[in-house]
């Protein structure tokens, strides 16, 4: 089955807010980023449309999807982005709690105070990417986050869970992955 993940383009928060499930807006350079998007999802799938499409349920990920032309995706909750509790739309620097250092220093295993670790995002898509594999798709869209990207392209082993950061496509970007 070949998986055609994309991921949102640029949100509009300031920098540096920690925003995980939160439905915040995109940024205000949403058309020209999404035209890009566009283009490149275009020339992977020329004539041979995905079977199915899913995406999160947040905005920034249906918008996209919307523009790309899938009005009405499958949304599925499990291609949230990692929660991240008491965090939620603060500004990292601004976070007063003494378990985010902890977080920074073990990220890949502790969860946010509230929230979610990487090992219940890796979970919640693997249960996803598992019920999929199930299906008779022969060719998969996804409208997601950075996390799930990530998380999926672990599962299909396109990078080690370590150092797996270096490898997350940048906003509006496509991953794409075999299963």
Known sequence: MDIIMIRHTRVGVPKGTCYGWSDVPVADTFEEEAAKTKKHLDDIIKEDAPDIVFSSPLTRALKLA?????????????LKEMNMGDWEMQKYDEIKDDALQMWYDDYMHLRST???????????????????????????????????????GIYAGL?????????????????????
């Open 66 to 78: 919307a523009f790309c032309g899938y009005d009405t995706p499958v949304l599925d909750n499990r």
């Open 114 to 152: 509230g929230g979610e670790g990487f090992p219940d995002l890796y979970k919640r898509v693997s249960e996803f990417l598992d019920e999929l594999r199930g299906k008779k798709y022969r060719r998969v869209a996804i409208f997601a986050h950075g996390g799930v990207l990530l998380c999926a």
């Open 159 to 179: 990078f080690p869970a370590e150092g797996c950061f270096a490898h997350l496509v940048e906003c509006g970007g496509i991953q794409r992955l075999s299963l």
